[in-house]
């Protein structure tokens, strides 16, 4: 159990840099999931942490100690990775077991971990077995146990899930936060899947293109996006923006709406960030936008509509309750909750 | 499908018996000589030399084996047949085990280390491939003279252990290796030692059982180089006293004792592909992952 401290990391690959000055400080006990989508730098990122890729500048720490330089087996880390790894030649209690024989444990102790481990996962039938005669679910909670028999300072997992039917992947999610509460160790959480990075984390790194856009809790992701990016990333149906004009306090919107929106701009352009289930149906009336339904999607609780705004050809999505009797042709007045809106700059994509 | 109707099937069923026909063919003007070398060494030298041949086995199989382990033939080159085969077995075994441990070696850092000259290295072991020993025989033959290696084991074993085919096998079954799986030995604190003994090791022996098996058959089977570098007999492999044993005249010649070194020398190789067979056929087809 560790607390781990990232400080401007970078990394390069023949002077491409991929990952662009990542800071955090994770503290113990703390579960980190980096999210993003695929080709961001998180497998690289994690991969640094682990010693398995090389740091071309910051600094690693893990429980206090500078690690940049040690093999992975000296920093006391335990890794998962997303095609599991196991040895293929051994049995699942001699893969658990491989990495504490090599430490020199003594045998007893070796046993009652894996047992313990075992236990745990559910894997006391499955011991004997070799990997190959495993299903894709078991082999996931064999490396799961290869990992957790070592007590590592830190547990890294590289998309560890996403090999896995969905049902499956919404079992093992829930054991694995499972795990972490009883076991409380540091954890470093890979995944491109925003369900799992918001349910498992106690914090998010939400990466795009090596730079690190946000980093808080996934209330916070959700709620005050800190970028554009983030804002279109997290959330699902994804929040509708587009770029308004301001003029004298007021926006104007696409087909030449006006909107009184707090905190807008004197004047230029600025792109406007409503979330789905931010926007209300309401009666005509100066302070909404009015919008053509395409379509309506009935989900059982909720409905999503999908419409255009009048005299636009931007697609807006809003969630309508269950019983909404809207259809296709309708055309609704929209307005979003105050204090919900969500205003990104166009030159730098920051929330303003 | 072992219907017997007409149409397509039974042209199948025909087409399939012509197969046949034509392997059986095959299989027997392979096995033939072979054949006839293990029924003539069931027969006196006389009935061998007098045609036609007998195509049963003779009634001499006794002596002519008897004679040939108690002395027939330490008679004519001066070793017993005891000692042939040994040190045909000790070359075979030698270069065999040499070739794995060295390719082995060599396509583990060409696979898994990164140093410098690392293509190079690997190129020049791949050139070395279209170069038969006979190319290289004359300088190899000054470095063993110079070793004073002339009529030793090391001397028979030691230049024809480089193998560029071996390390190019390995190579690519290495290749195959996921590189997760290295990883994930190196998070569990394997260093290169134990990754190898470990896991790649484990994992290659079906690919060592084949290479075994190839080598084995090339070291057995040495001629020009066992020629070469040994002048005593002591340390003749059988394949060489079994050329000296035949004469330029044909009534010169014991060939009821050759056929008996002939069998005896093919023998070991066939065995070893036997027993073996399982795991040789194994590691040239499927990879264990
Ligand atoms: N060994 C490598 N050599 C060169 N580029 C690499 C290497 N590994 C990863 N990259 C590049 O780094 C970027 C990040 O990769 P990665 O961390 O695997 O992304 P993610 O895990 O988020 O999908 C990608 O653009 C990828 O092409
Ligand atoms: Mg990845």
Known sequence: ?352 | MAETSDGPLAARASSKALAHLWMILGVIVVAFPIYYVVIASTHSTQTILRPPLPLLPGAEAYSNYKNAFSGGISKMGGVSLWRLLGNTTLIALGIAIGKIAISMASAYAIVFFRFPLRMVCFWVIFITLMLPIEVRIQPTYKVMVDLGLIDTYPGLILPLIASATATLLFRQFFMTIPHELLEAARVDGAGPWRFFKDILWPLSLTNVAAIFVIQFIYGWTQYLWPLLVTNSNEMNTIVIALKKMISFADADTPWSLVMVTSVLAILPPILVVVFMQRWFVKGLVETEK
């Open chain 1, 1 to 352: 159990m560790a607390h781990i401290l990232l400080k401007e990391l970078r990394k390069s690959y023949a002077g491409q840099e991929v990952i662009h000055g990542v800071s955090m400080d994770i503290a113990d006990g703390e579960f980190v999931v980096i999210v993003g989508p695929s080709g961001c730098g998180k497998s690289t990122l994690l991969r640094m942490v682990a010693g398995l890729e090389g740091i071309t500048a910051g600094t690693i720490e893990i429980g206090g100690r500078v690690v940049n330089d040690l093999e992975p087996r000296d920093r006391d880390i335990a890794m998962v990775f997303q095609n599991y790894a196991l040895y293929p030649h051994m049995s699942v209690r001699e893969n658990m077991a491989y990495g504490l024989k090599i430490s020199k444990m003594p045998k007893p102790e070796i046993e009652q971990r894996v047992a313990r481990a075992a236990t745990m996962l559910e894997l006391e039938p499955y011991l004997d077995r070799k990997p190959r005669a495993l299903s894709g679910g078991q082999r996931q909670r064999v490396a799961m146990g290869r990992a957790l028999v070592r007590e590592p300072s830190a547990l890294l997992l590289d998309e560890p899930l996403s090999n896995l039917d969905a049902k499956l992947r919404v079992q093992m999610r829930l054991q694995i936060k499972d795990m972490h509460l009883r076991t409380g160790q540091t954890t470093l959480y890979v995944t491109h899947d925003q369900v799992e990075a918001m349910t498992l984390a106690d914090r998010l790194i939400v990466m795009n293109k090596g730079i690190a856009e946000q980093i808080a809790t996934p209330s916070e992701v959700y709620r005050t996006p800190a970028s554009e990016f983030v804002a279109g990333f997290i959330g699902s149906p994804a929040m509708n923006i587009f770029t308004i004009r301001a003029e004298a306090g007021t926006a104007i919107l696409p087909g030449g709406h006006r909107l009184a929106i707090a905190g807008i701009p004197a004047s230029g352009e600025v792109r406007l960030g409503l979330r789905p289930e931010d926007l209300e149906v309401t009666d005509a009336d100066t302070a909404s936008i009015p919008i053509d339904l395409r379509s309506v999607e009935h989900l059982g609780a909720d409905a999503f509509g999908y419409g255009v705004i009048v005299g636009s050809d931007i697609l807006l999505t809003l969630r309508l309750p269950g019983t909404s009797t809207a259809q296709r042709g309708d055309r609704l007045n929209v307005a979003p909750f105050p204090g919900r809106l969500h205003l990104f700059s166009i030159e730098t994509g920051k929330r303003i």
